[in-house]
């Protein structure tokens, strides 16, 4: 069962440029975490924001999270090729028993 | 170096032949779990762990067996594989969980099964 959904499925953008991922998610959370993984391999970790944070940075790495509206986002700044990578957000399913990733956005990054 | 190693990392077999993935991890989780990865369906979760001797399944569990008898290990077992597991496992951990918030979790490399 898909907790969280990214939008877009895939993007395409310009070394320099900004990326910009989104998430939706469908039950009340305390937490809610983005992840990366480059081609085949495993995930790692990007950033969590608690649920009472409304933004947060890590370098080049902006997110945001309205509980309102159940959503988050990520921002990328300044992209570079090395950020060509599927990102996923994930947050606990329902019962609170797992963490629920979604289908992941795809972004490529050309030079 | 704080990590999750994952055996074999490559794994072509046949229907039926039993087989199975293990999993370590050497920062004293407590949580660990196995997802498996499909093209177009994402990451689904098969078992999960909370601790030692506590396991439970997540949305996908036919077909696979876990087991944690020690804290560090958590092999995932396939009695009778067939070609629908065709898949890219990966192999979880993160530290104690408290109900519905979870900790950032340390993924394996992979492990690359091909069921003929």
């Known amino acids: 069962s898909q907790q969280g959904e990214e939008d877009p499925q895939a993007l395409s953008i310009q070394e320099g440029e900004n990326a910009t991922m989104n998430c939706s998610y469908k039950?009340?959370?305390?937490?809610l975490q983005w992840y990366r993984q480059n081609s085949g391999r495993g995930l790692v970790h990007l950033i969590l924001?608690?649920?009472?944070?409304r933004e947060k940075h890590s370098g080049r790495l902006r997110v945001t999270l309205d509980t309102s509206k159940k959503s988050s986002s990520l921002l990328i700044t300044a992209s570079r090729a090395a950020d060509t990578a599927s990102y996923f957000c994930?947050?606990?399913?329902?019962?609170?028993?797992?963490?629920?990733f979604g289908k992941g956005t795809t972004l490529s990054v050309s030079s | 170096e704080a990590q999750v190693t994952q055996n074999p990392r490559y794994l072509i077999t046949v229907t039926g032949k039993k087989l199975t993935v293990t999993c370590s991890q050497n920062?004293?989780?407590?949580?660990m779990s196995w997802y498996r990865q499909d093209p177009g369906l994402g990451l689904r979760q098969i078992y999960y762990?909370?601790?030692?001797?506590?396991?439970d399944k997540g949305d996908v569990p036919e077909g696979y067996k876990v087991s944690r008898k020690e804290k560090r290990n958590f092999p995932l077992i396939l009695e009778s594989p067939s070609p629908n597991q065709t898949s890219l496992y990966f192999c979880?951990?993160?530290?104690?969980?408290?109900?519905?918030?979870?900790?950032?979790?340390?993924f394996g490399p992979g492990t690359r099964l091909t069921v003929l």
């Open positions: 979880a951990s993160s530290s104690a969980l408290a109900y519905r918030s979870y900790n950032e979790q340390f």
């Open positions: 039950t009340s959370i305390n937490n």
């Open positions: 924001i608690r649920s009472n944070e």
């Open positions: 994930a947050t606990a399913n329902q019962a609170g028993t797992a963490l629920i």
């Open positions: 920062m004293n989780h407590e949580y």
């Open positions: 762990s909370m601790n030692v001797e506590v396991t």
